[in-house]
């Protein structure tokens, strides 16, 4: 009988535990496979939460990309338009002052020919010696080709282009010729002196490639010395 209790005892305890193991492994089983779920979805959608939110970033950073050199051409633009304006005010008057081209009517200042070296002779129709000079210019102004600008300017204020033109003509000029008015007879004079408009001394000077000039000369030059004159301004 002893042992017979012991054995239905022994049974019982291993039922026990049997029904026990079995219970707690199902229940966890069924319960870890929900959170498991959860938790996939949970990171799931906070990957497609943090995926959204950086494609405006990205926009962003491209929209930033892009107008960066939108600025620095405006930057460069504004470079560009500061570096004329301050040519332009570093030139005297009497460069930029408007002048008619009496033989084809075409306006121009001394300033439109930046870049050449530009010989200027203030003369007067009735100036025989200016005359004398002109024919020398003439011997060698076709030497330096368009390198050279030629340019005779009348001092006499109130002769019309159409009497200047007829002077050219007549004696074989054919380059620039223009009336000076009085506000640029006036320039010139104030910054070569009055020597300047005294037509029979032969007054000339001559305008650098780079918009300089020389000191204003008198006297009548032989056509070799024109030619050392013009090409010791370019050098």
């Known amino acids: ?19 026990c193991g079995g219970g707690v492994s199902e ?19 906070a990957m497609a939460n943090e995926a959204m939110a950086e494609e405006p970033m990205a926009d962003h950073n491209d ?9 620095e051409t405006m930057e460069g633009e504004t470079a560009v338009s500061n570096t004329d304006s301050m040519a332009m005010m570093d030139q005297p008057a009497w460069q930029t002052i408007a002048l008619t081209d009496a ?17 200027v002779e203030p003369m007067a129709t009735w100036c025989t010696n200016c005359r004398q000079q002109l024919n020398n210019v003439a011997q060698i ?4 080709g368009d390198d050279v600008v030629f340019i005779g300017l009348s001092l006499e ?3 019309s282009s159409e009497e200047l033109a007829r002077y050219a003509a007549d004696q074989g000029f054919d380059w620039h010729f ?34 300089t000039y020389t000191d ?8 070799d010395q024109l030619v050392q004159i013009i090409q010791g301004a370019q050098s």
């Open 1 to 19: 009988m002893k042992k017979l209790f012991v054995l239905l005892m022994a049974l019982g305890l291993l039922g026990v535990l049997a029904a």
């Open 178 to 211: 223009a009336v000076m008015t009085p506000d640029m007879l006036q320039a010139l004079a104030d910054t070569f002196g009055r020597t300047i408009t005294n037509a029979p001394s032969t007054p000339h000077f001559i305008i650098r490639a780079d918009g």
């Open 157 to 159: 204020t109130n002769l």
């Open 216 to 223: 204003l000369a008198t006297g009548i030059d032989s056509p």
């Open 103 to 119: 033989r084809n009517g075409e306006s121009f200042t001394l300033a439109d020919f930046a870049g050449k070296t530009v010989f």
């Open 27 to 45: 229940e966890t089983a069924v319960s870890s496979e929900p959170m498991a779920e959860t938790m996939s979805d949970q990171s799931n959608e």
């Open 141 to 144: 102004r076709e030497q330096f």
């Open 63 to 71: 929209n930033m990309a892009m107008e960066e050199p939108t600025m």
